[in-house]
């Protein structure tokens, strides 16, 4: 019986299938039965009653669920105490991204590893931070927006608004707006929402425009490379635009209207066991992504 063998258990618990658990500890489903069945074998008890529409523990596994959560928090703790003595902490983290904004935070990341090499890092594109914690098996990953499960711990990073940006080779092709009514009759690339909303109202703290977009996406990358090729005026967060602003592939239109603004969260599970490598990569992150937005 191994404590990886143990702690799968406690992941099948938690998020209520094999298939998910699979998913979030990158495992074929068969690896992950598999092992549960060695473990009821070992233990000469069966754990979970097997429907084809969930998975619900049995007497024994409820009871050896509680248990072992103490034992494995237990190791997991005394590990922990181990590597902070360590003047190189190892260990490896799952971290969720907003999609597209990998080069704002690569940068971040490739900063840490050079303070910790010994932490290993993997970064995973993350549209719902909720969801992903739950399938993706993450340890941390960050949301903008209203906190909608109290159930995670939120630690606020800043506040973030959006810039009317644009490239050079637009206005000297179309001009430059006056006013933030102007915008209406440029050529506007506006995002899509994952859920099919398109965003063809800019909400400003004064007001709010509609436009009549010429191009949109639902990939605020393309929006992006289609803005710094010259197809138009677009209205994004400065972490999805800070690499093409800081090169001059794209400038900031009509700099005194300021947009209305959205919290920016790092949420991590709400548990004591998180560990070292994690409170580590939360500490520097929060430091830092102030610094570029």
């Not at 594109?125 to 990953?141: H, K, P, T, V």
């Not at 949301?143 to 800043?158: E, K």
């Not at 398109?198 to 009549?212: G, N, Q």
Request: charged fraction near 25%; hydrophobic fraction near 40%; include cysteine.
């Amino acid at each position: 019986m191994r404590l990886d063998d143990l702690k799968l258990f406690i992941t099948v618990v938690q998020l209520g299938s094999f298939t998910a658990a699979a998913n979030a500890l990158d495992l074929p489903r068969a690896n992950v039965s598999r092992r549960i069945g060695e473990l009821e074998k070992y233990l000469n008890a069966q754990l979970f009653f097997r429907t084809t529409r969930k998975l619900r523990l049995t007497q024994h596994g409820e009871i050896y669920y509680r248990e072992l959560q103490k034992v494995v928090e237990g190791i997991e703790n005394a590990q922990e105490a181990l590597y902070q003595l360590d003047d190189k902490p190892v260990g490896k983290v799952k971290i969720g991204i907003l999609p597209d904004s990998d080069e704002a935070i690569e940068p971040i990341l490739t900063k840490f590893q050079q303070i910790y090499p010994e932490i290993e890092l993997e970064v995973r594109l993350c549209q719902n931070s909720y969801q992903g914690i739950y399938e993706q098996g993450l340890d941390l990953a960050f949301h903008v927006g209203q906190l909608q499960d109290s159930s995670f711990v939120a630690r606020h990073i800043t506040k973030i608004g959006r810039f009317l940006l644009a490239s050079p080779k637009y206005i000297e092709q179309y001009g430059q707006p006056e006013t933030v009514e102007d915008i209406a009759s440029h050529r506007c690339i506006c995002y899509r929402w994952p859920d099919g909303t398109l965003e063809d109202v800019w909400h400003f703290a004064d007001c709010s425009i509609k436009v009549l977009p010429k191009l949109s996406s639902n990939s605020t990358n393309f929006v992006r490379r289609s803005m710094i090729a010259g197809q138009g005026i677009s209205f994004l967060p400065l972490l999805l635009a800070v690499n093409a602003m800081e090169n001059g592939e794209l400038v900031q239109v009509l700099p005194e209207y300021q947009s209305t603004t959205e919290d920016f969260w790092l949420l991590y599970p709400n548990r004591h066991g998180i560990s070292h490598a994690t409170r580590l990569l939360i500490d520097h992150l929060l430091e830092e992504i102030p610094k570029i937005i």
